[in-house]
């Protein structure tokens, strides 16, 4: 039986898509972007893209979520 080796890039986009259904809820969403020198890029999209609490969302909800899983990571930047 083969078994597949998850990379970081796969897990990240994992975690994505299990928050991505919270952010519609609150008429936005996430779009991952790119994984490079262990920097997450995505990009905030619908209510969250004009929102106050959007640092708070990317810091405190995304960023932390992947760090818990992907220890690796650095960061989580928004691009605008």
């Given at each position: 039986?083969?078994?597949?080796k998850?990379?970081?890039?796969d897990?990240?986009?994992?975690i994505?898509?299990k928050?991505?259904?919270?952010?519609?809820?609150?008429?936005?969403?996430?779009?991952?972007?790119?994984y490079?020198n262990?920097?997450?890029?995505?990009?905030?999209?619908?209510?969250c893209?004009?929102?106050a609490?959007?640092?708070?969302t990317?810091k405190?909800?995304?960023e932390?979520?992947?760090?818990?899983?992907?220890?690796?990571v650095?960061?989580?930047?928004?691009?605008t």
């Open positions: 039986m083969l078994v597949m998850m990379t970081s890039e897990k990240i986009k994992e994505i898509n928050l991505r259904p919270y952010l519609i809820g609150d008429g936005g969403n996430v779009e991952f972007i790119k490079e262990n920097i997450v890029y995505i990009k905030m999209l619908g209510a893209a004009g929102c609490l959007i640092d708070y990317l405190d909800g995304i932390q979520a992947i760090k818990e899983e992907v220890p690796e650095k960061e989580v930047i928004n691009i």
